[in-house]
């Protein structure tokens, strides 16, 4: 299979690797292609080919939320135009779930000492907010104390050191970790929800309605929607802080065998998207009916 990549997922080079399968990046050789792959947030940036060939599957790909780029949600209006949609969305061709750096061994680890000066985090730096998160936030830092880590509002700066394991080791230490995502659609839940899980910090969640469909155990998130006002959220933490047994109950679920469906999700996250796209391709190609075979007599 020869795949192009229209756009490059905001210029990162990385080039997906898949046994059987050549990848292009060179748009004039549009024609060469079994499929194309479109990066939907950057589509206004690039003009689409002169037409789609005969056979040729084309791909829509994004794991941004269709809060920030409503064409998401038009994806049956949209079936003339894209064949295969390669999202986060649960239902989409190729799911692409934010559970690439998540382990079983991670989420059962017994969480280390939480031993910074006050209980809870916060890594927030885009601008971006299609769900109220800078507000929220706002209101808790004159309800609490909070640790900011991130460009909005920050407190803390250059206490934690760039990358991934950077944050895991920073937000390690707090109890709790504000998980606000970025706006709330139904399965945009991202590595703002997991990281905590695997730092083994507590997550007060703002995002997906439907993320308990995510979460690895029972009691392991709270979730900031259920609550009347930011002042009672605040309330609810400093309360819980302070008592240690029940603040243990929201970990007994990584003493526990994790949900069912949430081993699954994991089982699929093993496959690398592209690999998964790949063999949905195959899996069209082969039941394409063969235009040599001879008509039944």
Known sequence: LKILIYQRMW?????????GCKFIFSRSRWKEADAIVFHIPQLRSSRFPPRKLPGQSWVAWSMESEALYPILARRNELGGVFDLWM???????????????VNVPSLQAVPGPKCADVSTVAVISSRIDQSG??????CLLREMPIDSYGKLFCNRPGGMKAGRAGKLAVISRYKFTLAFENS??????????FDPLVAGSVPVYLGAPNVDEFAPGDNCYIDAS????PRALAAFLLALA???????RYHEWRSKPLRRRF???????RVKPFQRLVDHLRARQSAK???NAMPNS
Not at 242 to 248: C, G, V
Not at 263 to 269: M, S
């Open 11 to 19: 210029g990162i080079r990385r080039k997906p690797s898949v046994a």
């Open 87 to 101: 999202t986060y969305q649960q239902d989409s061709d190729v799911w692409c779930p934010y559970l690439e750096h």
């Open 133 to 138: 998160r800078t507000a929220l936030l706002e």
């Open 184 to 193: 709330i659609c139904r399965d945009y839940v991202t590595e703002k929800f």
């Open 226 to 229: 259920q609550f009347e006002s």
């Open 242 to 248: 302070k008592d240690e047994s029940a603040y243990a």
């Open 263 to 269: 081993l699954r999700n994991l089982e699929t996250a």
């Open 289 to 291: 009916p063969d235009a």
